[in-house]
């Protein structure tokens, strides 16, 4: 399995640009994690889908950001407009789960996608 | 909501043992979980703890007290190569019942 796959990998952008960010899950996984990651803020959880449909996104930070996934091997977390702070390492992962569900279910982590906003 | 606290940096030599420890505040308990993330690269999975004891797994072990609201993860025999960061992460009760809330994490620097 290639596992989690994420582009781009770098990304510098200025002030004001649109920023795209993909990720393709492990095949076979149902749930999908959108995290960021910053030296002050450690890893945050932005968003998270279970079967292709988005279950918290109370960790979004604000209207600029947002976050698709219409089928089960794609999802997209856009920033527009990008501002400097927005500026972290991006990861996503997915996990097998079902509802309430027990057991492990470990989350695996693509490579993630660097962002700087200058 | 939740909090969890880990201590930010440690030290240690090769072949020592040192202990990690976390404390989390939850509004609900599914899970608690151990990963390990190298400088450049994303994390790891260690280990998952979800009853009270510990759990074995070569070199590392990790540790659950549910009623303290505590874990820690125990490194033996260390290696240049432990040197990394080493994330607490719990996953409460919620809908889907799998996110993960994570520690800033301990950073472990492994000295000869």
């Known amino acids: 399995d290639a596992g989690v796959i994420q582009s781009p990998r770098h990304e510098v952008t200025e002030m004001g640009q649109e920023v795209t960010l993909r990720c393709k899950p492990i095949?076979?996984?149902?749930?999908l994690f959108w995290y960021r990651q910053t030296m002050m803020r450690g890893l945050e959880l932005l968003i998270y889908f279970n079967n292709n449909v988005p279950i918290d996104d109370s960790g979004m930070p604000e209207d600029r950001f947002s976050a698709k996934m219409p089928n089960a091997s794609f999802s997209t977390l856009k920033i527009q407009p990008s501002e400097p702070r927005d500026s972290a390492v991006y990861f996503c992962?997915?996990?097998?789960?079902?509802?309430?569900?027990?057991?492990?279910?470990?989350?695996?982590f693509g490579a993630g996608s660097r962002l700087t906003v200058l | 909501g939740q909090n969890i606290d880990q201590p930010t940096e440690m030290t240690a030599t090769e072949g020592a043992i040192v202990q990690i420890n976390c404390t989390y505040q939850t509004s609900g308990f599914n899970g608690l979980f151990w990963y390990q993330q190298h400088a450049g690269e994303a994390p790891t999975f260690l280990s998952y703890n979800v009853l009270d004891g510990l759990e074995e797994k070569g070199r590392f072990s990790s540790f659950l007290s549910r009623s303290k609201g505590y874990s820690y993860l125990l490194l033996k025999e260390l290696q240049m190569k432990d040197s990394a960061s080493y994330l607490c992460?719990?996953?409460?009760?919620?809908?889907?019942?799998?996110?993960?809330?994570f520690g800033k994490g301990t950073t472990l620097s492994v000295s000869s």
């Open positions: 095949s076979g996984h149902n749930s």
């Open positions: 992460a719990v996953r409460g009760l919620n809908q889907a019942g799998t996110a993960l809330i």
């Open positions: 992962a997915s996990s097998y789960s079902a509802l309430q569900s027990s057991g492990a279910n470990v989350l695996t």
